[in-house]
């Protein structure tokens, strides 16, 4: 396993920022990793070829590159160039800062582009969950027009970063605290 090379215990400390629920729902190896998760690469390539699933393996380094480059095509040129710059991302700031920009500048939905705004025009009455929402809308983006079947997948997917944030949270802080 690949130790933390950056103390950010800070992610867990601050209460109300968001990372931490960023984090859980999409990479949860996130202190672990230089900006590539390999496991995550090697998982998303098996169910693509043997169960015709595809699965992401982005890391929040890789997602940030895109929503920064504005490069959202699929092709290989891409993700190689995504994960050469996922690794000087990496390299050269904090994990922290990291997530803390891809947080601000990610595409939440119709009129919201980064958490701000998202929070800006949270009209859910989601309050005490407000950062869980926040995560699930990197998934779900906020529509133009509200229905049942997004508030449904919006609903399901804090649920599902609760319950990962439940399977892995002892695990991060036991880590970090080596």
């Not at 000087?88 to 601000?104: G, H, M, P, T």
């Not at 906020?142 to 997948?153: A, G």
Request: charged share 30%; proline share 1%; with cysteine.
């Amino acid at each position: 396993m690949v130790s933390i090379n950056i103390n950010e215990s800070k992610i867990f400390d601050l209460k109300n920022n968001g990372i931490k629920e960023l984090i859980f729902a999409e990479d949860h190896r996130y202190l672990f990793h230089f900006g590539v998760d390999f496991v995550a690469m090697a998982r998303a390539i098996y169910s693509t070829k043997v169960n015709k699933k595809f699965q992401g393996a982005s890391t929040i380094e890789q997602q940030l590159v895109r929503v920064i480059s504005a490069r959202y095509e699929k092709s290989l040129k891409r993700k190689i160039r995504e994960q050469i710059l996922a690794v000087l991302i990496s390299r050269n700031f904090k994990k922290y800062e990291i997530a803390q920009c891809y947080l601000i500048n990610a595409y939440m939905g119709h009129k919201r582009k980064g958490m701000f705004q998202a929070l800006d025009r949270n009209n859910f009455g989601l309050e005490s969950d407000k950062f869980y929402l926040i995560a699930a809308l990197l998934k779900y983006p906020h529509p133009m027009e509200i229905s049942e079947k997004w508030t449904e997948k919006i609903s399901y997917r804090i649920l599902y970063i609760k319950n990962r944030e439940l399977k892995y949270s002892n695990y991060l802080k036991a880590q970090i605290e080596r």
